[in-house]
């Protein structure tokens, strides 16, 4: 069945700075070349230079007159995430965009990353929470918007309180399902911190239903040494045009999300077909895990307490 084509336009992005994370591929990497296209300078902070450059190279084939630049970025490691928004402040270019994509899933094993956190927390969550904290002088001083890359599997998370670590039992999945539904509550609380403290930075949350990418595929430097079941249904599924998505319309609803103008401080987008697998993005109501505003302020204060520092 042929897939019918969901297309979008942006407005648009002339003389704006936009920030992509996971951008060398898959999802991310169609995010930054859609923003490279409206007119966007475009920085990718990636942990691999090579994938990076080929990413770079890939968006200058498209556009041969996008701007984009390369930054050394390991949401695994604090250290890097300080020392990539301390090379920006430097710079003093104000920040526009930030889009949060990027993210590891469901390792077979517990990972620990390089400062002791559980490896999809560490990655998924609290590397971008320090990533804003970092950036926030340049997000604030664009009044710039901030955009939350979140997951359909946040749609059943629940937050392990008690053991956010994950030090005691771990399970892969509800792990994963935690650390994007913290990354949610996170998103959605920036847009009320912002407003109460006058910071002017808008936040919203986005997610990509299903796509066939490299997050449930071969990953060795996870434990895993083939791509998992998984992944090999849902490149059958996508491939046919059937309820799932690809990795560029899976792009869509952040790039709505961090765009339009009309998607509200707070808002949530992602795609519109059955399940949320698929589809037109649209703006959703948040589900059940991410309406507690309770949640969301627990949810940061954990996570300054985690990483040491406020965040402001």
Known sequence: MPRRPIEITLPRLDGTRAVVTGGSDGIGLGIATALAGA????????RNPAKGAAARDRVLRTHP?????????????LASVDAFA?????????????????????????????????????????????LVRGLLPLLRAARGHVTSQISVAARTGRMNWDDPNWERRYDGMRAYQQSKLAFGLFGLELARRSHE?????????????????????????????????????IRWLSGRGLLVGTPRTAGLPALVAATDPAVRDGGFVGPT???GAGGAPGTLDPWKPLRSAEDARRVWE???????????
Not at 39 to 46: H, I
Not at 302 to 312: D, F, H, K, W
Request: no cysteine; hydrophobic share 40%; charged share 15%.
């Open 39 to 46: 007119g966007a300078e475009v920085v990718l902070p990636v």
């Open 65 to 77: 007159d996008a701007r984009v630049s390369l930054g050394t970025l390991d949401l695994s490691s």
């Open 86 to 130: 301390g090379a920006m402040v430097a710079d003093g270019t104000p920040v526009d965009l930030l889009v949060g994509n990027a993210g590891v899933m469901t390792p077979p094993e517990r990972q620990t990353t390089v400062d002791g956190f559980e490896l999809q927390l560490g990655t998924n969550h609290l590397g971008h929470v320090a």
């Open 197 to 233: 403290h006058g910071w002017g930075v808008t936040s919203n949350i986005a997610h990509p239903g299903v796509a066939p990418t490299s997050l449930l595929a071969a990953r060795p430097e996870l434990g895993r040494s083939g791509d998992t079941a998984s992944v090999r249904v």
């Open 273 to 275: 077909g059955p399940g």
């Open 302 to 312: 954990l996570s300054e307490q985690l990483l040491g520092a406020p965040v402001r």
